[in-house]
């Protein structure tokens, strides 16, 4: 399976544009064979927004969506993209998965950073979901989720090979050790590959990291991103990391009594 990431600098607040910008980096990734193209946390929005998440926040059958649908299904890969959702009075801080036969699936982020997020989003409450992509068991987190250890260890658990994160991770020395160690140290306690898709440049008050990147099941990177929009691409495939698993079967050889969660 082939897949792509893109680390895209947002338009603020222009749904349309975003949507623009989408839309030209699924035609190049398919253009390349690319079956997935997996961008940043907030990505059809932007992120720095504040109070004027309540005002374009959009339901899950919303045209949103039905767009992002749209680019999915006219180049041929899915896509997941981070999007503001709303359901009654509440705003999530959401991602969707859209696959080119129109199928989604959708995911609501758990973890809440800071308190611009807190002020302008619910947190999810839902169990990470795993779902099938192309063959691959499949999961979806967005950006501070995965700097906890057993969020990322449960859809692992639950048999995810593939784990999506789009992020908006900010600019910053700390910052780039979640980029640069965390996020491989992730994929490789748990055997999975991991996509983290990062926004870059800056966009109101806040600044990007960028160091977007694709890991493998053993901790090594196989794409990385710089600090400027890119379109990333790598191969994925299960099988070639049959020895790393057996060499490391930390999922088999939990100890669960021992541990005090």
């Given at each position: 399976?082939?897949?792509?990431?893109?680390?895209?600098?947002?338009v603020s607040g222009d749904i349309?544009?975003?949507?623009?910008?989408?839309?030209?980096?699924?035609?190049?990734?398919?253009?390349?064979?690319?079956?997935?193209?997996?961008?940043?946390?907030?990505?059809?929005?932007?992120?720095?927004?504040?109070?004027?998440?309540?005002?374009?926040?959009?339901?899950?059958?919303?045209?949103?969506?039905?767009?992002?649908?749209?680019?999915?299904?006219?180049?041929?890969?899915?896509?997941?993209?981070?999007?503001?959702?709303?359901?009654?009075?509440?705003?999530?801080?959401?991602?969707?998965?859209?696959?080119?036969?129109?199928?989604?699936?959708?995911?609501?982020?758990?973890?809440?950073?800071?308190?611009?997020?807190?002020?302008?989003?619910?947190?999810?409450?839902?169990?990470?979901?795993?779902?099938?992509?192309?063959?691959?068991?499949?999961?979806?987190?967005?950006?501070?989720?995965?700097?906890?250890?057993?969020?990322?260890?449960?859809?692992?658990?639950?048999?995810?090979?593939?784990?999506?994160?789009?992020?908006?991770?900010?600019?910053?020395?700390?910052?780039?050790?979640?980029?640069?160690?965390?996020?491989?140290?992730?994929?490789?306690?748990?055997?999975?590959?991991?996509?983290?898709?990062?926004?870059?440049?800056?966009?109101?008050?806040?600044?990007?990291?960028?160091?977007?990147?694709?890991?493998?099941?053993?901790?090594?990177?196989?794409?990385?991103?710089?600090?400027?929009?890119?379109?990333?691409?790598?191969?994925?495939?299960?099988?070639?990391?049959?020895?790393?698993?057996?060499?490391?079967?930390?999922?088999?050889?939990?100890?669960?009594?021992?541990?005090?969660?």
């Open positions: 399976m082939l897949i792509s990431l893109f680390q895209m600098q947002p349309a544009e975003n949507l623009v910008k989408i839309a030209r980096a699924a035609e190049a990734a398919s253009d390349m064979g690319a079956e997935l193209l997996v961008t940043p946390e907030l990505s059809t929005s932007g992120y720095a927004l504040g109070a004027l998440f309540a005002e374009i926040a959009e339901p899950r059958d919303g045209a949103l969506i039905d767009a992002l649908a749209d680019i999915a299904e006219t180049f041929g890969l899915a896509i997941c993209a981070g999007f503001p959702e709303r359901e009654d009075d509440a705003v999530y801080n959401s991602a969707v998965l859209v696959r080119p036969d129109g199928t989604r699936e959708f995911y609501r982020k758990g973890h809440l950073y800071g308190d611009a997020e807190r002020a302008a989003f619910t947190p999810g409450n839902d169990v990470p979901h795993v779902f099938d992509l192309c063959g691959m068991k499949t999961s979806m987190l967005i950006c501070y989720d995965v700097e906890f250890p057993e969020y990322v260890r449960s859809v692992a658990l639950a048999g995810a090979e593939l784990v999506l994160v789009p992020t908006a991770l900010p600019a910053g020395v700390i910052s780039r050790r979640v980029a640069d160690t965390v996020v491989p140290a992730r994929a490789f306690e748990n055997g999975v590959f991991l996509v983290y898709s990062d926004l870059c440049g800056s966009e109101n008050s806040a600044e990007y990291c960028g160091r977007s990147v694709i890991v493998g099941p053993d901790g090594d990177v196989l794409a990385r991103a710089g600090a400027r929009e890119a379109l990333l691409v790598a191969e994925v495939e299960p099988s070639a990391y049959d020895e790393c698993r057996e060499q490391n079967p930390y999922l088999a050889e939990r100890r669960s009594e021992l541990y005090r969660l």
